[in-house]
DNA sequence: CTGTTAGCGCGTTCAC
DNA sequence: GTGAACGCGCTAACAG
């Protein structure tokens, strides 16, 4: 069915009936009742694409993240969505499992669908995508980092200075053994610039890094067994352990509690990001505060503002947005130290 | 930039570059290369907006999940966009919140963009969403339950059965005083399936059902707390509480541990679903095991199998594929009671 | 306020 | 193996 039926059924023509879809167009109220009258009875669903060639309009943004799987990831896109939804763009959401050749193929992928904006999760990207991007005049913001050389717009926060606050504040409170839990990645990721964040807070107070991987990224609570074995076998003398994310220190903190160490007594545990389970579990774990929320919200707001054209005087004006980064003591790592 | 760009550039007609772009059409080898090569040099991003007008294929397919936030469903969309990828279907990803209404908007909202298929998790749909879908001849999967009269496809399991299993189990194992922790839902909801499940196994040893309910859907870990203290007021000597789901479990364990209530010793707890953090916490979670992959898997055979037109003998034979739903005994409810 | 004309950028279909 | 004509279903732009 197309809009020319609808239309015959009434007696006018199509044009009518496409403007009777959109509150911003001109058309008698009595019109535009018998359309929409019509059009339920129907059961008349408009062809967006038709739609979409023609008003050259695609109704699209597209966002990248490394995992879905994160919950930290999934309330940034769960955020933009919502701030997009009443204006009636669609996501296009796209998972890179931390891999830029795939990442390269999604903004393809992606660019053919003539998004009206382009979201990315800062991890470095293909000269490729950079040039495609470029080319294709989409506007494109960056999320979750503080590029060193920002594409376009930009909302995050530095990672690297956030852990290096975090672990700045743990040195003051009297913890001198910090060893550090992350993933193997040696690309300009988040986990890179927190390990470097931690290194930069250690030297600075004379003391050498104490580094360990396992996982390849994203490190879940899973690998929180085998974790604690490498910190336990590398750092024996290891007051706290340092993890790049949330989850991990949860998995670690889990894996203490099966073998009868005492948290934070005889080993002091930390994360970063301040998921839900580092609020909740027992007990709670000490983190880096990261409003994952506000980082969707403020990325939908910027958006909505690139739909309708700037002044020319606004043309080209980078914006950056940076949402805090704040540690976080709890019982996992508190701020008196206890660990004998 | 145009296909036409493209093949002027090459002195051939924009029909060649067309077929270049797609592996099963006819183009001599060496015309396909200089093609690529032209594309890739110029950048070229073929409209994909168009080619689906054309082609009458978008290259969609839409899943609508109550919420994203809910690490099950994201394993299940994750699984399915795994799935699909490879053949370059890509995902229309909504979230209901749990909200029938908002359901039916984004039915609609999908359905303008003509997807090949349509994935819902059920929830009780409302009779316009039921029939708008049948009108668009759009293929159906309901997932993450039996629904008592499915529309087309289903992949899922029966959630009462599953979680009347989990009980039966329990009560074989000598637990008495169960009572079933849930969600504020009175709609064909997952959770009230569950339910229901709990009361058909009470009663069919001769006990009361015992319910308590605070949250909305989702119940998080969050509501741990608050869902302990109104187990510990309704029903005092309860032995075991019993879940709606693991995160809800999980809360409700950290509140133990943070009051001094000893788990599985003075309260034993049950969650559903087998999520990670059920795996991962000490002690581990008793619950019900759902291959939350697998449903999205599966869901993605089906889509790909109905992208090719059936044979007339299987044209309309709806498929209902289930997965299983085992419990599995872990020590927050351990198969040997020890509650004093 | 409404209708007409003319594309949007491709793929289908048929020639050759 | 390649090209030309046509249409997918809608909306922009203009006319009235």
New interface residues.
Partial sequence: MRMQDVAKRLGISAMTVSRALRADTTVAPATREAVLKAIEEL?Y??????G??ASRR?GFAAVLVPS??N?HF??T??AL?AALEPH?I????G?TDYDREKEAGLV??F????PEAIVLTNDGHSPDVV??LG??RVPVVQIWDLPARPIQHVVGFSNREAMKGLIATLLRAGYRRITYFGELDDDETRGAARRHGYCEAMREVGLSPRLCAIARPPA???D?ERALDEVLQHYPDTELVACVSDPLA??IM??C??RGISVPDQLAISGFGDF??A????PGITTVRIDAASIGRLTGEIVLDLLVPAAPAQQGVAICETVPAEPVLRGSAPGTVSVG
Same sequence: chains 1, 2.
């Fill in positions: 059961g669903v408009p062809n967006q694409i038709a979409s060639l695609s879905l799987n919950s999934s309330e896109v769960l969505n009636h669609q996501l296009l959401i998972s393809r992928a660019l053919a669908r003539k040039r495609l080319q294709a879940t609570m899973s929180g949860f998995g889990a894996a509690a099966r839900e389970i609020r909740v579990s027992a």
